[in-house]
């Protein structure tokens, strides 16, 4: 049998999303840009996920985390509403809106 490593990582990157999208508000409350990068969740990722975050500093009610693997994607808008956005392997959206 041979394994595609590849296909594997992009299966594990949709899987750590589907959880992202099934979790509540109160998940994605961040107080500064390093609790962001030591969250469990994000570890889970597959290696050579990028992540990148706008408009989190002290005080800051909004904010944007995207996070990325190739071609796929999530997009957290911390805002009012929480929109979050993911781009699958196969390039499929699928977006939630969080109160």
């Not at 992202?20 to 969250?39: G, M, T, W």
Request: proline content about 2%; aromatic content about 12%.
């Amino acid at each position: 049998m041979i394994i595609d490593f590849q296909l594997e990582q992009q299966l594990r990157f949709d899987r750590q999303a589907t959880v992202l999208l099934q979790q509540k508000a109160s998940f994605f409350q961040f107080e500064q840009i390093a609790d962001v990068y030591n969250a469990e969740w994000l570890k889970a990722f597959p290696q050579g996920t990028q992540c990148s975050i706008s408009g989190l500093d002290d005080g800051a009610d909004e904010y944007g985390i995207q996070i990325s693997y190739k071609h796929q994607s999530i997009l957290i808008d911390y805002s009012q509403p929480i929109k979050l956005v993911h781009r699958d392997r196969d390039g499929v959206v699928h977006s939630m809106l969080l109160n």
